[in-house]
């Protein structure tokens, strides 16, 4: 079990190797061995993952959004468009290939063979004895959108920093509702008025693909 773990997390470093990286709340080595021992030390998760007060119950400052879909943009990325609940106003993701591709499958009603991240992620909620409850997303610095999937048990929930293409086609794949705080208050441009401005989503990945 602990051989199979490793060979995970190597391949997860593999996968950054080829241009998957990020900020904080995108996928990086350190996270991606720590869910990957999780998965054998389940009595360890709290201490080995990352997780952030979250309360049950959202209040009105945390703010409910929906796909509406994706498009194509300049300079070889696609433009995720999520609608604020109720649908008042819109916020643009800029995504690249790499991110793209698993969400615009998922989307077309077409399953993906899931990332890495996403086979442990549900490993770890088997273990667990629990399930995933929404995605969260946060602004930093740089209008840098951060992507968390947030795994409930019965004690606790944890948050787990993903790639925004990966939490949002788990996000597709699993009917899971998005949450956003108020740091993404400025992004927001009123549906009815001029086309919102796209937020820029770190990648490695500058070529668009040609089936998007």
């Known amino acids: 079990m602990v051989e199979a773990a490793d060979r995970d997390a190597a391949g997860f470093n593999d ?7 990020g900020r904080a709340g995108c996928v990086h080595s350190g996270l991606l061995c720590t869910v990957a021992l999780a998965i054998v030390h389940t009595a360890d998760v709290k201490s080995k993952i990352e997780t952030k ?4 119950s959202f209040s009105v400052s945390n703010m409910q959004f929906s796909l509406a879909g994706l498009e194509p943009s300049q300079y070889g990325f696609a433009v995720l468009v999520l609608n604020r609940i ?3 106003h819109t916020l643009r993701v800029r995504l690249g290939a790499l991110d793209a591709q698993p ?10 063979v899931r990332s890495r991240m996403g086979v442990v992620l549900g490993q770890m ?3 667990l004895d629990g399930h995933l409850a929404h995605v969260f997303l946060q602004c930093t610095e740089g209008n840098m959108i951060e992507a968390s999937v947030v795994v409930e048990t019965a004690l606790e929930q944890i948050s787990v920093p993903m790639t925004c293409g990966d939490a949002f086609a788990l996000a597709v794949a699993h009917r899971l509702p998005i949450f956003g705080d108020l740091s993404l208050g400025s992004l927001l441009k009123p549906t009815a008025h001029e086309r919102a401005d796209e937020v820029v989503l770190p990648s490695g990945i500058d070529a668009f693909l040609s089936s998007l």
């Open 53 to 56: 007060n979250i309360p049950r």
């Open 86 to 88: 109720p649908l008042t």
């Open 125 to 127: 909620v088997e273990r």
């Open 103 to 112: 969400l615009a499958s998922e989307l077309a009603g077409v399953p993906t």
């Open 15 to 21: 996968a950054l190797a080829e241009g998957v990286v």
